[in-house]
């Protein structure tokens, strides 16, 4: 029996089409598990919260009742907190698995969700600015910083967003790992499509001779 592959129908994963003639796909990645439930859940905090539970419980515990009441309230503690970090670590697989980002030639493409998938485009001309989160493992993320009137709602792309700004919504390449290349891979392909002029056509015949309109 073969896997069932939820992506089947996308001709290349991450792409809902094949991309133009000329665009040339230059990354393709999903975020890092770990890194994922480090930044966007947050699990290193729920598992300390739970150890400094267990050790105020256990010193209680141990005052009152000796050994052996410590070690019986010590348990279901440990047990607790380990049930609610792997459920954390699961959602981070979940997201992290359904999540292909794309950069191509001329655009970033998201694909995101785990209960329900959507993408968005995001060309090189309607991205403002981009900007590096570097952790010291080579982890980190990338957030795009949108122009004109382009609105993302918060809710549907978290985890894939900067965190807390809610203003105008951050779309962002979340905990990817080498994310100092894959930033040289977007400012690069950013730079050379945007100093690319493009010809648009007109009317001819109101034009002098020789002239060219670009865009």
Known sequence: MTGHDDFAFEPIPGLPERPPAGEEILWQGRPSVWALARDAFKIYWI????????????????????LGKAVAVAIPHIALGALVCAVVWLLAYAQARACMYTITSSRVVMRIGAALSVTFNYPFAQIGAAK?????????????????????SYLIAWPHVRPWHFA???????????????????????E????????????????????????
Request: net charge positive; no cysteine.
């Open 47 to 66: 598992a300390a919260y739970f150890v400094g539970l267990v050790i105020w419980r256990t010193q209680v515990a141990f005052a009152s009742g000796g």
């Open 132 to 152: 590096l989160d570097l952790h010291k493992s080579g982890s980190g993320t990338i957030a795009l910083e949108t122009t004109g009137d382009t609105k993302i």
């Open 168 to 190: 105008k919504t951050q779309p962002a390449l979340r905990s990817i790992a080498d994310a100092a290349r894959v930033a040289r891979v977007l400012s690069d392909a950013a």
């Open 192 to 215: 050379q499509r945007l100093s690319v002029p493009v010809i648009a056509r007109k009317d001819m015949s109101a034009a002098p001779v020789g002239a060219v309109t670009a865009k």
